[in-house]
């Protein structure tokens, strides 16, 4: 019975050390008598009890490493607290293992150095603007070296830069004053662009009413002439019924009339006028005279 039970025993310490169930995402190396023999792919994996030896577990997973905060000096001698994270996976896991003692601590390192060097290349105000280019720089200078660690590099962010008290107090004055200056040309292009309003208001004012002006003009002037014409039309109406009254009978007589009546009347004016001193002719039959020349006139522009 206690043989039975030695043997089982025995015979599940060799199945625990021969059965081997790797997680997903996970890579196991393994060592035959001190020497690397495989790497254990996920799921299950038979080994020789008491010769092969799993020497190492990796995860294949992406890992989030923090980068310890560290001094950068920048290209104008500028002092920065800077920190960031690291992002890298396990691409390799017999390099992973053998590669380097402490391929975390050296991928650590590597970035602190690489960040400190390309800082150093850049002035302050280019470190805040640059992020990206700082970031890509980091990751190419620690992949070259993390091949030989079976170790892949995915990317780096920074996280802080932290100027000191001094430079963070003039980086705020320069703020300051630059918003002032936006302030000051922005209200001058808006008291520049009022005066332009205005000027461009009156112009059209000014052309407005000098184009009234001028339909004004225009309009009492054909108003005017309209006028004229309409005094011409009527005296020339006038006229030409007179001269059919001439014509007809008995309208010499009445045009002789009239012209006594007129005479009569302009004597009978100037008597009137007591400043006005009145030669009367001595032979009143030039009135009749001056009767006749009318007449004769009248005569003539009937036979023309």
Same mark, same amino acid.
């Given at each position: ?59 294949l997973k992406e890992i989030p490493l923090d980068v310890p905060s560290q001094v950068c000096i920048t290209r104008d001698n500028t002092q920065l607290q800077v920190d ?53 720089q980091v990751v190419h200078a620690i992949d070259e070296a993390a091949l030989n660690w079976g170790v892949k590099v995915l990317r780096y962010e920074i996280k802080d ?23 000051? %040309?922005? =209200?001058?292009? !808006?008291?520049?662009?009022? #005066?332009?309003?205005? *000027?461009?208001?009156?112009? /059209? +004012? ?39 009254? %001439?014509? =007809?009978?008995? !309208?010499?007589?009445?045009? #002789?009339?009239?012209? *006594?009546?007129?005479?009569? /009347? +302009? ?38």
């Amino acid at each position: 019975m206690e043989i039975a039970i030695l043997l089982f025993v025995i015979a599940a310490i060799f199945i625990t050390r021969s059965i081997k169930v790797v997680p997903q995402q996970n890579s196991w190396v393994v060592e035959r008598l001190g020497k690397y023999h495989a790497s254990l792919p996920p799921g299950l994996n038979f080994l020789v009890p008491f010769i092969d030896k799993v020497a190492y577990k990796h995860s294949l997973k992406e890992i989030p490493l923090d980068v310890p905060s560290q001094v950068c000096i920048t290209r104008d001698n500028t002092q920065l607290q800077v920190d960031g994270i690291l992002y890298f996976q396990v691409t390799d896991p017999m390099r992973a293992s053998y590669g380097s003692s402490n391929y975390i601590m050296a991928v650590t390192q590597l970035a602190q150095t690489s960040l400190r060097s390309v800082i150093g290349k850049l002035e302050l105000d280019k470190t805040f603007e640059e992020r990206d280019i700082i970031n890509a720089q980091v990751v190419h200078a620690i992949d070259e070296a993390a091949l030989n660690w079976g170790v892949k590099v995915l990317r780096y962010e920074i996280k802080d830069l932290t100027p000191p008290k001094e430079i963070l107090l003039a980086m705020q004055a320069q703020i300051t004053a630059e918003r002032e200056k936006r302030a000051l %040309i922005a =209200a001058s292009e !808006g008291r520049r662009q009022e #005066q332009i309003n205005i *000027a461009t208001g009156e112009r /059209e +004012a000014f052309i407005a009413r000098s184009e009234g002006e001028k339909q004004a003009a225009i309009n009492n002037a054909q108003g005017e002439a309209a006028a004229i014409m309409a005094v011409a039309d009527a005296t020339a109406q006038a006229i030409e019924r007179v001269a059919v009254a %001439i014509q =007809a009978p008995g !309208g010499a007589e009445a045009v #002789q009339l009239k012209v *006594a009546e007129k005479a009569v /009347e +302009a004597y009978g004016k100037v008597a009137a006028d007591a400043t006005t001193t009145l030669v009367v002719p001595s032979n009143m039959t030039e009135v009749s005279a001056l009767i006749t020349s009318a007449m004769k006139m009248v005569g003539v522009g009937r036979a023309a």
